[in-house]
Nanobody, 127 residues
Framework: QVQLVESGGGLVQAGGSLSLSCAAS????????MGWFRQAPGKDREFVTA????????YYADSVKGRFTISRDNAKKTVYLQMNSLKAEDMAVYYC????????????????????WGQGTQVTVSS
């Protein structure tokens, strides 16, 4: 049984930082590209960032480029999201997801290629 478990969400002031983790089990982690998505109330789930199986390639939404960093540790079966300079508009539930298709530009931004999803972790940014 595949499980993706996010952690690290919480309340942070605007301009602050937060680090999310997503621990995977039940799958050969290094065979999967990983992505982070987010969903704010009343909005569609949107792409945030993705990382290739090896970690050599990363992709970011324009809205987070330069502020967020995705990384992974295949030995620990964990993907991370470091979020800096947080803004009110970053407030959302953040989800990690796993795709058997390696991260490759625009394809990585599509929700449909991700087979497994975590339950999400809330990020609240106070202004």
């Amino acid at each position: 049984q595949v499980q993706l478990v996010e952690s690290g969400g919480g309340l942070v002031q605007a301009g602050g930082s937060l680090s999310l983790s997503c621990a995977a089990s039940g799958l050969t982690f290094s065979n999967y590209a990983m992505g982070w998505f987010r969903q704010a109330p009343g909005k569609d789930r949107e792409f945030v960032t993705a990382i290739s199986r090896s970690g050599s390639r990363t992709y970011y939404a324009d809205s987070v480029k330069g502020r967020f960093t995705i990384s992974r540790d295949n030995a620990k079966k964990t993907v991370y999201l470091q979020m800096n300079s947080l803004k009110a508009e970053d407030m959302a539930v953040y989800y990690c997801a796993a795709s058997i298709f390696d991260a490759d530009g625009n394809r990585s931004r599509g929700l449909s290629i991700y087979k497994y999803w975590g339950q999400g972790t809330q990020v609240t940014v106070s202004s």
